[in-house]
């Protein structure tokens, strides 16, 4: 049997608070460890609130969960009733509203049994377990919860704002939770990019350094920081002090330790979440677990975000494409057949007079206009859709693949704006006309060497650029190709596939009847029928004696076989390399660094007009 000093002692070491309380809520009697949470309920009696009313001793609590009168309850049912009391701070007291659990400096469990004394009086045990950190822990983790519950509502309503303001919000709420639900201040979280370097691109830095925000990091464990090796390793890390980890590359101002966890998304690291303290020491297990509680929600809202930014964009770029493939082929085959009937009524008197040929050329042009506005209009209400503007700087509005060639281009993409542009090709690529109608250069387009000799002399039209494929109007050797003809040379020597050298190469081969028959319907195709190459479409053009000559470009098929040496014909001619491109489907590149060639052998001054 324990006795009564040995059973006190017991009592007295609990690792909670017992009281002994009468039916006028009076303390009979409590442990050592109540007289040590509750001192201030009457500071005179140093060593018992023997006698004090019990909730002025524990400081006058207010009532969250359970009963809000568990002595009564108590009483009535003889059995043991439970609450959550809350003991508030003085200035959440002196207020007049009830105060939250969060606004309480301690909480407790409190458990009231009715007991019988000796006499038979009806008397109370009363349990306080100090529930503060279990409860604040508790708060914490629905915080959270309700922090993803507000990440996941934004992506629902997202449909109905641009990016850039989907990504404003988005940031917003990000800053919102670290600051007020996890409670920090100084932190940046970045995106790996979906090229194979695995950058490290900036989303959001709060209270991180300029340089620190805009340094490029990569997934990679060295040289890149915590960031980079976190983002590699996909493990958490805390840095306790930033004076003595290798690892630490200097963020925020005068920072001492650090967290950083990985942001995952179905079981791979999409980015990083940093946070950084002007304390060592400043972070703990708990933090690493709320903070990678929290990244699960943040993984998830980025990568949608993403992912419906790609697929709006997608989208607008499927219908501007859709579009032009509605409006370009019929209005370029429009504007052959007007400027064609031009050449023929200048050529023959008996057609069309040419004034009224002209009426029609310009009504073309007209439609042609409001083509070319309405795809204007869409292409401007998609960029606003999707909150990028052609007149970025970072050129936002273009394809990420053209970004590089685009910064390594911005000169020749200013001249571009606002200018106009002929393509001559029996079978277009469409992908240049879109590729300058994305740089803001309009773009008519014929299809043989006829209708663009009327329309570059067309008075009402000014090209600043001309491109041509290499024979815009057919082959000229439709079963030469892979044939020597090298050792078929007239007396000039010049052979078939020196058609540019001048009237001399249309003098057959003395009692060669072949040769004579192929150089006579070569130079019907080229003097009577006018079916040009690039070489006598610059020839025409020169004696068209315009006052501004417009640059010169030719797009070279890589597989283009070409036995009359176009290219090297015309440098001869002009004295200088002719400038030429590949035409490329996915990249402006080729045809941008053509460009800039023919911009810096005109020595045209590369300005915005």
């Known amino acids: 049997m324990i006795k009564g000093a040995l059973k006190q002692k017991i009592i007295d070491d609990l690792s909670f608070a017992v009281a002994q309380v009468d039916l006028d809520h009076k303390i009979?009697?409590?442990?050592?460890r109540f007289g040590e949470w509750f001192p201030f309920g009457n500071p005179s009696a140093k060593d018992s609130l023997v006698g004090m009313d019990f909730y002025q001793a524990i400081g006058r609590p207010f009532f969250f969960d359970g009963a809000y009168a568990p002595f009564y309850f108590a009483s009535k049912t003889h059995e043991t009733t439970s609450t959550v009391v809350g003991v508030p701070t003085s200035s959440v007291r002196s207020s007049e509203f009830e105060p939250k659990k969060s606004e309480c400096h301690q909480l407790f469990s409190l458990l009231v049994?009715?007991?019988?004394?000796?006499?038979?009086e009806t008397l109370f045990l009363v349990e306080l377990k100090d529930v503060t950190e279990s409860t604040r822990l508790e708060q914490r983790l629905e915080t959270l919860k309700s922090a993803g519950?507000?990440?996941?509502?934004?992506?629902?309503?997202?449909?109905?704002?641009?990016?850039?303001?989907r990504r404003e919000e988005l940031k917003k709420l990000i800053e919102k939770h670290m600051h007020q639900t996890l409670k920090y201040n100084v932190f940046e979280i970045r995106v790996i990019g979906d090229t194979p370097d695995k950058p490290l691109l900036p989303f959001l830095s709060v209270g991180i350094t300029g340089a620190a925000s805009s340094r490029e990091l990569y997934a990679k464990s060295n040289d890149n920081g915590i960031t980079g090796y976190v983002a590699d390793s996909g493990e958490p890390y805390i840095c306790d002090d930033t004076e003595n980890d290798t690892h630490y590359i200097p963020g925020a101002i005068e920072a001492k330790s650090s967290i950083t966890v990985p942001l995952f998304f179905c079981n791979r690291v999409v980015g990083v979440c940093?946070?950084?303290?002007?304390?060592?020491?400043?972070?703990?297990?708990?933090?690493?677990?709320?903070?990678?509680?929290?990244?699960k929600d943040l993984a998830m809202a980025i990568h949608l975000h993403e992912s419906i930014s790609s697929k709006i964009r997608r989208l607008y770029s499927e219908c501007r494409d859709r579009l032009d493939d509605y409006l370009d082929p019929p209005t370029s085959d429009l504007l052959e057949h007007a400027f064609s009937s031009l050449a023929n009524a200048n050529e023959d008197s008996s057609v069309r007079p040419a004034n009224n040929v002209s009426e029609v050329v310009n009504g073309v042009f007209k439609l042609k206009r409001k083509t070319n506005e309405l795809k204007r209009f869409f292409r401007s209400a998609s960029e606003d859709m999707i909150g990028?503007?052609?007149?970025n700087q970072n050129y936002a509005c273009f394809p990420s693949e053209w970004?590089?060639?685009?910064?390594?281009n911005a000169a020749t993409i200013g001249f571009l704006r606002g200018r106009r542009a002929l393509l001559v090709s029996a079978d277009p690529n469409w992908s240049v006309v879109k590729q300058l109608e994305t740089f803001e250069c309009a773009v008519d387009v014929v299809h043989s060497t006829k209708a663009a000799i009327q329309a570059v002399a067309f008075p009402d039209v000014l090209y600043d650029l001309i491109i041509s494929d290499l024979n815009p109007d057919g082959y000229y050797f439709p079963e030469m190709e892979g044939r020597d003809y090298s050792a078929l040379?007239?007396?000039?020597?010049l052979n078939v596939y020196d058609i540019h050298d001048g009237d001399e190469y249309f003098v057959p081969v003395k009692g060669n009847e072949a040769d004579r028959r192929e150089r006579r319907r070569i130079h019907d195709e080229i003097f009577v029928l006018h079916k040009l190459d690039a070489f006598f479409l610059k020839v025409s053009i020169n004696a068209l004696k315009l006052k501004k000559d417009p640059l010169y470009l030719i797009n070279v098929p890589g597989s283009y076989y070409d036995p009359t040496h176009i290219r090297r014909s015309l440098s001869q001619l002009l004295g200088k390399e002719q400038p030429a491109f590949e035409a490329s489907a996915t990249s402006p590149k080729s045809l941008l660094k053509g460009l800039s060639a023919a911009l810096s052998l005109s020595k045209q001054k590369i300005t915005t007009p």
């Open 388 to 391: 990028e503007s052609t007149q």
């Open 28 to 32: 009979i009697a409590h442990n050592r």
């Open 274 to 295: 940093n946070v950084e303290s002007t304390k060592r020491h400043a972070f703990s297990k708990m933090d690493e677990l709320f903070l990678q509680l929290y990244a």
């Open 149 to 165: 519950a507000e990440l996941a509502e934004l992506n629902d309503q997202s449909l109905i704002r641009t990016e850039a303001e």
């Open 403 to 408: 970004i590089e060639c685009c910064k390594d």
């Open 113 to 120: 049994t009715p007991i019988r004394s000796d006499s038979e």
């Open 489 to 493: 040379s007239n007396e000039y020597n």
